[in-house]
């Protein structure tokens, strides 16, 4: 039986709350720079539970002293849903089996959120590792909700991964993602160059890789959104606002 997207990240996390009262989350909030209209957390994997939250209530309507990981994963928007589901599990998947530099690795995926009044906030949502265990493996992460007006959506759900293996673990996403209409950061900064008429060899130079991997981060876009050439690639992206 196939497993519900999902299930593996929400097999890690929680309801439980943080306690704000606690030295832990006081010392956090002293130290952690938040944004206007920003939600922030982290979360413990060791413990089952959050050790910090701020500015939650301005975001989704709920008070920092309530909001929890489950909540947080389950209040994405049905139009979001499936994508954010999917990228949080291959996501952690990645994390899991790396205990190198794992401090170094986020990713950030373009949303929306439901607020407690039924309301969907857009938001930029970035998710990094917080923290890790003495061998380096997983033990926290830290999570940024950024409410962002200007974002404009189409049906294709933008994200771009960091860290010292970025391609790897760009690569890695885009071969297991079964959404269909899903473009990494790296895809994004190729399709701009098509849409500006820079040819494949100008690409390259420009971006300082291969030829062949400047195809590789195309081909698949004409698989993944149904286009047979460049110009129907570009008019599709237009449409669904990935490019201003």
Known sequence: MEEELGTYSRGFITNVPADLASEKAQEYRTKIFKY???????????????????????????PDSEINMLEIVTMTAPDFSPFVNEINDKALKFLHVRNKN???????????????????????????VHDT????????????????????????????????????????????????????????????????????????????????AIEKRI?????????NNNAHLVAFAYENNLLP
């Open 36 to 62: 206007p209209m920003e939600g922030v957390y982290i979360y413990s994997f060791e413990e089952g539970k959050m050790l910090y939250a701020a500015g939650w209530e301005e975001v989704s309507g709920i």
């Open 102 to 128: 794992l401090n170094d690795y986020s990713f950030t995926i373009e949303l929306k959120i439901l607020h407690r009044n039924g309301s969907e906030v857009p938001v930029n949502a970035r998710v990094s």
């Open 133 to 212: 265990f003495e061998n380096g493996t997983l033990k926290s992460i830290m999570g940024r909700f950024h409410v962002d007006h200007g974002l404009r959506f189409g049906k294709v759900m933008r994200y771009a991964a960091y860290g010292p293996e970025k391609d790897q673990f760009e690569s890695d996403l885009n071969a297991s993602l079964f959404y269909p209409f899903h473009i990494s950061s790296k895809e994004l900064e190729v399709l701009h160059l098509i849409s500006q008429g820079f040819a494949y060899k100008e690409m390259a130079k420009k971006l300082d890789v291969s030829l062949s």
């Open 219 to 227: 081909a698949p876009l004409f698989l993944r959104f149904e286009v």
